[in-house]
């Protein structure tokens, strides 16, 4: 049957769109992503970057109470990196280390899927303020920071009406030559060992599971050593020039939280 003079007219037209459908590359998938939603790593003004929670208000603009940085208190924390080019945040909740992958869209801090979280238990207002923390990660409609080149406050607005602001944390790693990272773990309690010419409490340390328990007589900077429970820890060597007298020249830096199991004693 012979088409209209019209679809003869508009066919060269279609045969170029279709041609052009054909010719364009396929979309692949990563960890079940469309790729368009994958960010380059240079639109990423987080990444290597960690933070302090400072302020939590309420719709209404009421402040609810979160902890601080003392010598008994430790703060709620993100930090942002990326692991083989896929990013991911992590930090501590409160009572818990927690991960998520998460993406950055026109400058909008998404987190991909519900964060997984350690099961560590503490005081009920402590769990109470991490739920709502975690929560909070897939509630975020709008986020900002001071300055894209070199931030140093974050905020958050949740979709609950509430606004989260973050301080930047300071690297602590200045003032040392930082070295690779390393997996330890670290056992459940620290024993008096011989350090320089007194004693001193050491961690046991080994590098895998099949290995038996050594001394750490350096410090671990960043690390919220609880009794009772062991760890194993992704750190970051770094030798002092000038290490006080009788101290080791080598310390570790917490660089994250990788496991930690509570131990029966």
């Known amino acids: 049957m012979p088409f209209p003079a019209s679809w003869r007219r508009l066919a060269p037209c279609l045969l170029f769109v279709g041609l052009a459908a054909c010719s364009s590359p396929p979309m692949r998938a990563a960890d079940g992503q469309d790729p368009r939603f994958q960010p380059a790593s240079a639109s990423d003004m987080l990444v290597q970057t960690s933070w302090d929670l400072a302020r939590w208000t309420q719709p209404g603009g009421g402040l609810r109470p979160v902890p601080h940085p003392s010598s008994t208190t430790r703060p709620i924390t993100v930090a942002f990196i990326h692991e083989q080019g896929s990013p991911r945040m992590m930090g501590f909740a409160g009572c818990n280390q927690f991960n998520a992958p998460y993406t950055i869209a026109n400058g909008l801090l998404i987190v991909r899927s519900e964060p997984v979280s350690t099961r560590m238990a503490c005081a009920p207002q402590a769990m109470a303020l991490e739920r709502d923390f975690l929560a909070s ?8 920071v001071d300055n894209t080149n070199n931030p140093q406050r974050m905020t958050w607005k ?6 989260l602001d973050f301080g930047r944390r300071v690297d602590p790693v200045a003032g040392g030559q930082r070295g690779p990272s390393k997996l330890v773990y670290v056992n459940s309690e620290r024993v008096p060992c011989s350090a320089g010419a007194g004693r001193a409490m050491c961690y046991q340390v080994r590098d895998s599971a099949s290995q038996p ?3 750490w007589y350096g410090e671990i900077t960043g690390f919220n050593f609880q009794p009772g429970v062991r760890y194993r820890l992704r750190v970051v060597e770094v030798h002092d020039p000038n290490p006080p007298a009788d101290a080791s020249s080598v310390r570790w ?4 939280v990788i496991e930690q199991e509570v131990v029966s004693r």
Do not use: N
Request: proline share 0%; aromatic share 10%; no cysteine.
């Open 253 to 256: 830096v917490l660089d994250a």
């Open 158 to 163: 949740l979709s609950t009406g509430d606004t």
């Open 213 to 215: 328990w050594q001394f």
């Open 137 to 144: 990660l897939t509630r975020i409609t709008a986020s900002s």
